[in-house]
T-cell receptor, first 115, second 110 residues
Framework: EAGVAQSPRYKIIEKRQSVAFWCNPI?????LYWYQQILGQGPKLLIQ????????DSQLPKDRFSAERLKGVDSTLKIQPAKLEDSAVYLC?????????????FGPGTRLTVT | TQLLEQSPQFLSIQEGENLTVYCNSS?????LQWYRQEPGEGPVLLVT?????EVKKLKRLTFQFGDARKDSSLHITAAQPGDTGLYLC??????????FGKGNQVVVIP
């Protein structure tokens, strides 16, 4: 069974530029999560989707971050404009159903560096 | 926000030694999970504990959930270099959202 796929793996941009990350969850997983992991920290949930609807985006900085999950499968996370403090690894995870969210499967992440 | 504190933050031991790391909180969790994360990779789920006082074993790894479901420990017996990694604990709240600690960085020296 294929795991969670993410691209790109690495991205370097200048502050005030825009960037987008893509995630393809495990086939059949209805719930998809985006996390931000700053160096030396644990992952912090940014947004949670159930199929193509948003379940929780309370920690998403909505003035610059946006995310969508069209057709309830793939998802994109966008930052516009980026700030220096956005440098982090962005992790995507998926799980079968919301009630089993403790069994989350993570992708390898996208390492973003903002200069 | 439910805060999970992991200690020690960094631990370096010789191959064959035993180690224990801790995950503590003032909040009660419906379940608690342990993940291991290696450089350049996403976290990989090791175990989920649900019942207060529960003990689970995964080969040389022993996980314990506190009676009050606020804390947990991970014990590794006869550590091997392959055990090197960042061990993350994550607590699930009533809405099944996960809150992660900062992790325990474990280095096992051959």
């Amino acid at each position: 069974e294929a795991g969670v796929a993410q691209s790109p793996r690495y991205k370097i941009i200048e502050k005030r530029q825009s960037v987008a990350f893509w995630c393809n969850p495990i086939s059949g997983h209805a719930t998809l999560y985006w996390y931000q992991q700053i160096l030396g920290q644990g992952p912090k949930l940014l947004i949670q989707f159930q199929n193509n609807g948003v379940v929780d985006d309370s920690q998403l900085p909505k003035d610059r971050f946006s995310a969508e999950r069209l057709k309830g499968v793939d998802s994109t996370l966008k930052i516009q404009p980026a700030k220096l403090e956005d440098s982090a690894v962005y992790l995507c995870a998926s799980s079968l159903i919301r009630g089993a969210s403790y069994e989350q499967y993570f992708g390898p992440g996208t390492r973003l560096t903002v200069t | 926000t439910q805060l999970l504190e992991q200690s020690p933050q960094f631990l370096s031991i010789q191959e064959g030694e035993n180690l224990t790391v801790y995950c503590n909180s003032s909040s009660v969790f419906s379940s608690l999970q342990w993940y291991r994360q290696e450089p350049g990779e996403g976290p990989v789920l090791l175990v989920t504990v649900v019942t207060g006082g529960e003990v689970k074993k995964l080969k040389r790894l022993t996980f314990q959930f506190g009676d009050a479901r606020k804390d947990s420990s991970l014990h590794i017996t006869a550590a091997q270099p392959g055990d090197t990694g960042l061990y993350l604990c994550a607590g699930a709240d009533g809405n099944n959202r996960l809150a992660f600690g900062k992790g325990n960085q474990v280095v096992v020296i051959p």
